[in-house]
């Protein structure tokens, strides 16, 4: 491998402190080795008068990143797990997948405590299906309104009188030392989480053993079992920012609890599933979660959305 390791990264707040925390690491086990970010704006960073599903989804935050490892310009890209497409493009590898971050949702407001504190008509801000869906299930008094841009784009906006209230992903923020705004953090039965959620993805060529063999420390295994299991759910489901779907795993004594949800968040209706079992059969456990949900009509719903 080269003196140089090169990253290639995103330039918004968020994506900058993953990137440095990764070139942190590989400092500190490879401190013979010169680690360089690469800054670049993705079309997903371009956008923002949109929401994801109306513009080509999750694709638009990795696909410049992965231009510039197949131009030998970067050797890795470091990624939020959630915003990584459910099927890696021909030639990619998720190399690692780090210790997760708490996975949970974050309310953040100014004004109310909780979403049950809200009154009828508050408009509450997501940029997120899944959110949608959830807060029209539970709380269907309440206003959601789509908002986009990064951490600190939403909270002007809030501060500013736009929004009542933010639903975003309570990792963001604890990165970010903004952990203050957070006035409760969601519990995973009332909002489940965005595959992937919390976690950082490092992805890199496929033919790059060396890049892959040098980030394979920061691979926490059962953080990959959780994620890939949530993914495989995703994905046999058609993986897409128009259709809300939440999958979560959590490991406890080598046993592996699988929750996953998929439904119309014009609607609020969902159907839900959870599976256990040996988290090594990870694979296994995502194929049943999967069944049981198209058992109960969620192709019902995934199609009703995406002939929209």
């Not at 050797?75 to 971050?101: I, N, T, W, Y």
């Not at 008094?141 to 992903?169: C, F, I, Q, W």
């Amino acid at each position: 491998m080269s003196d140089v390791i090169t990253i290639a990264t995103r330039e918004s707040p968020l994506a900058l402190w993953q990137a440095e925390h990764v070139q942190a690491l590989l400092r500190e086990r490879y401190p013979e080795k010169k680690v360089e970010l690469l800054g670049m704006t993705t079309q997903g960073d371009q956008i923002l008068d949109k929401t994801l599903s109306k513009i080509g989804g999750k694709g638009l935050f990795v696909k410049e990143l992965e231009i510039a490892m197949q131009k030998k310009l970067a050797h890795l890209a470091v990624h939020s797990l959630k915003d990584v497409p459910m099927e890696l493009p021909e030639g990619f590898v998720l190399a690692a997948v780090s210790q997760r971050e708490d996975p949970r949702d974050a309310f953040v407001s100014n004004r109310y405590e909780s979403l049950e504190s809200m009154p009828a008509g508050s408009v509450v801000g997501t940029a997120s299906l899944r959110r949608e869906l959830m807060l029209r299930s539970r709380f269907p008094h309440l206003k959601v309104k789509p908002v986009r841009g990064n951490v600190g784009t939403r909270l002007k906006k809030l501060d500013s009188g736009e929004y009542d209230a933010l639903v975003m992903a309570s990792a963001g923020f604890k990165r970010l030392g903004l952990k203050d705004r957070i006035r409760e953090i969601i519990s995973d039965d009332v909002s489940l989480p965005s595959p992937g959620q919390g976690a950082l993805g490092i992805e890199c060529l496929q033919s790059d053993l060396d890049t892959q063999q040098a980030v394979a420390f920061i691979n926490d295994e059962k953080t990959r079992a959780c994620c890939l299991a949530e993914r495989a759910v995703s994905r046999a489901l058609g993986g897409s920012c128009q259709v809300p779907l939440a999958a979560y795993a959590t490991i406890e004594d080598s046993v592996m609890r699988l929750r996953a949800l998929v439904g119309d968040h014009t609607t609020g209706e969902s159907v839900s599933t959870e599976v256990r079992g040996d988290w090594q059969t990870y694979e296994q456990l995502a194929q049943k979660a999967v069944e049981d949900l198209l058992k109960q009509g969620a192709r019902s719903y995934i199609e009703k959305l995406l002939s929209k």
